[in-house]
């Protein structure tokens, strides 16, 4: 192509249109014509949306893993919730999500979340590992209007131990990942501590 381009002018293309001059004229268009291909489909991913913890370093209850009403309740602090607030267009399908809560430290008993308002957990038992790291999924199906700031409050379970621990308190990170309808994701972390 270089040949092309330094070849020298023969008497019958000075008057016409060369080949050098469509070589030239090809090589500038190519990345234009690619530019303009992408430029589309990167302006039509993802929704205008963003999530946050809210009330972080809040007092909370937890309540214990068996359930509701069983056991001890006890104190920490955490977040009381999380917002999606959407500022494009209207969120329509489901918000999928994951949360996990990982010890920060040596600990004998796994914090947890006991619901999620307005979205469905989707295993009834909590799922702590041996090493008390807690994991759920979640669901939600109601969609988000453009405009709206969407709330879902949290409530938080402890990971009930025998022996259960006693005059300590433990701290967990908390991470939340949102799927959101358009395969984006929206990622929350903060901390949440029990006190024993």
Known sequence: MSEVLHAKVTESEKHGISRRSVVAGVAWSLPVIATAIAAPAAAASGYSATAALVGQASNITLVSSSGTGSGTNQ????????????????????????????????????AGIQSIGSATLTAAVPAYTNAFEYNATFTYAGGVTSGQTLTFPLSFQYQRVTPAPSKTTYSYTLTITLRLPDGTDRIMAGIVTVAY
């Open 75 to 110: 104190t920490g602090k955490g977040p009381t919730g999380f917002q999606i607030n959407n500022t494009g267009i209207a969120m329509t399908g489901v918000i999928t999500g994951t949360v996990n809560i990982k010890p920060s430290g040596t600990v004998i008993a796994g």
